[in-house]
């Protein structure tokens, strides 16, 4: 399959794996997961036919593990706006989290810190470049260090996506440097 139908699929999924389910009149469970005959039926009836074949080619060679495939169900692993429970355990963080954002964003998150805005939680990187990458999507990127761990010390939950995104509900402005 050649990069870009897989990038359109991958971006179908994540509008109504992540966003908009109703859309195609999808139904989630409550942890996000969709029935693989439902999702491909409901999307050949929108007007976008996916086979099985290409969901199980994007699922694997997602740049981003972005979904997960399992047996004859499907979710995003991370990024929803609606209303999903992962039931990711609270795990400890490292000492240092980043969170890449545009320039635009800086002031505001430094007098307010991180809010999850149209998501669920507040996305984290484990690793500087990671968050650049993420903070660039939207303009000339700057990288905020996060004290994850005194933030965890202090009584905040952490969770981590089983594609390594590390997510908390807020980060409260003292824990940014
Ligand atoms: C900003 C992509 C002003 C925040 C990425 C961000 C990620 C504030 C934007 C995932 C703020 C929200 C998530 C405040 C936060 N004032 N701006 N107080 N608090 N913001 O897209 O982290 O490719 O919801 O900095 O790789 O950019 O979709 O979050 O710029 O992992 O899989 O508000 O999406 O993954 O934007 O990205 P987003 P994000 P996928």
Known sequence: MDARRTVKISKYLAK?????????????????????P??????????FPITR???????????????????????AVQGH???VD????????PDLLYHGTPERHAESIRREGLRPMGRHA??????DETAR??????????????EAGRMAADGHEFRVSANGVWLAGAVPP???R
Do not use: M
């Open 16 to 36: 109504h794996l992540r966003h908009r389910p109703e859309r195609i009149g999808l139904t989630l469970d409550a942890g996000g997961w969709a029935r693989v």
């Open 38 to 47: 439902d999702l491909l039926d409901a999307a050949a009836r929108h007007g």
């Open 53 to 75: 074949a290409e969901l199980e080619h994007v699922v694997a060679v997602n740049d981003k593990r972005r979904y997960a495939l399992d047996g004859d169900r499907i979710r």
């Open 81 to 83: 706006s609606i209303e």
């Open 86 to 93: 992962l039931d990711l355990p609270v795990v400890p963080p």
């Open 122 to 127: 507040v996305h984290l990187s484990a690793d």
């Open 133 to 146: 990458r993420v903070g660039a999507r939207r303009g000339a990127p700057v990288v905020l260090v996060v």
């Open 174 to 176: 003292e824990y940014l």
